[in-house]
């Protein structure tokens, strides 16, 4: 072989040799999976945010891909299938998946793990101002935006009119935030149910094209007993102010949106996420992806948890002096 050939030959594999040994250790990496929601919810704004974080992007050892998805039901069931290896849950979703009790669902999910309280999940029903619809029972056959079929907003809309008498009297429409908003702007529905913190991009959006209210939801629920009935639910007002035009408290119910992992991840990765996440930088961080996370702090973050902590998560809560 001609010398100069062959000199040009041992350099092309020596390049390939040492772009296969750094792809093979990208390929390495551990891969997590975080379940967010659909658009104009704040599950996904949560998945996003931890998945951007520098620290979080600095990590040797693995990397955060974040995933939308129909939000809390499909999180869960994809978590504990190991589809997903972490996501956004709501706690009565965790403790019903556990106790095998999810409506049409015995299946037990026992492997999806608390990992911290994010923050309280309220609902909201928002009609248009003038049209006499002043309780949830008022809206028997009207048309009504009800979340993404596979949503916790879904699952908890369909718990809470199925308490109150109406899930199979209204016109129920599958929808995430944003869509339910735009349809209800064009008027082809006259209400729609929101479960995701104050204040929702999608209400202010509704409130841009037609004169709103909220729905007083706390009252249906005294009422009815539902607070009796579904004890992981607490009571909270939507304060006057949060939505242009609405100028009154609106009591409502909410429940607490919770971090979760899979029992198979690795209890490292859970405890270093955890650290980056809940430190100052990384609180600030989060602040500055909405204001609703304000409410993640330290001091708070096993609030809300009624279920089984990760083994990551024990071990950062426990150095955190809060259990």
Not at 55 to 63: I, L, R
């Amino acid at each position: 072989m001609n010398k100069g050939l062959f000199r040009v030959t041992v350099a092309v594999c020596a390049i390939l040799a040492v772009g296969l040994i750094f792809s093979v250790d990208v390929s390495a990496k551990t891969r997590v999976i975080f379940g967010g929601g659909p658009a104009g919810g704040t599950f996904q704004v949560v998945a996003n945010g931890v998945q951007v974080y520098g620290p979080v992007k600095a990590m040797k050892d693995f990397t955060v891909r974040a995933q939308s998805s129909a939000g809390s039901v499909e999180n869960l069931r994809k978590i504990e299938t190991g589809r997903m290896h972490m996501g956004v849950v709501y706690s009565g979703h965790v403790w019903l998946g556990r106790e095998g009790k999810m409506k049409n669902d015995p299946k037990k999910y026992t492997k999806v793990m608390a990992v911290s309280y994010l923050y309280g999940a309220p609902a909201q029903l928002v009609v248009r101002a003038g049209s006499g619809i002043k309780s949830t029972k008022d809206l028997v056959g009207k048309k009504v935006g009800v979340g993404n079929a596979g949503s916790g907003a879904f699952a908890n809309c369909e718990l809470f009119f199925t308490h109150m008498g109406v899930w199979d009297k209204i016109e129920r429409n599958a929808m995430g935030y944003n869509d339910a908003a735009q349809a209800f702007g064009n008027r082809q529905l006259d209400a729609f149910w929101l479960f995701t913190a104050f204040p929702s991009g999608a209400v202010i959006m509704a409130a841009q094209t037609n004169d709103i209210e909220l729905v007083n939801l706390g009252k249906d629920a005294e009422e009815s007993q539902f607070f009796k009935n579904y004890p992981y639910f607490a009571k909270l007002s939507v304060p006057a102010g949060t939505y242009k035009g609405v100028d009154y408290e609106a009591p409502s119910f909410q429940d607490s949106a919770l971090w979760v992992a899979t029992a198979d991840l690795d209890p490292e990765i859970v405890y270093q996420l955890l650290s980056a996440i809940y430190s100052p930088e990384g609180l600030k961080h989060m602040v500055g992806q909405k204001k609703t996370f304000k409410e993640m702090q330290v001091t708070d973050g096993i609030k809300g948890i009624v279920t089984p902590l990760h083994p990551g998560a024990a071990k950062f809560w426990k150095e955190k002096g809060i259990m």
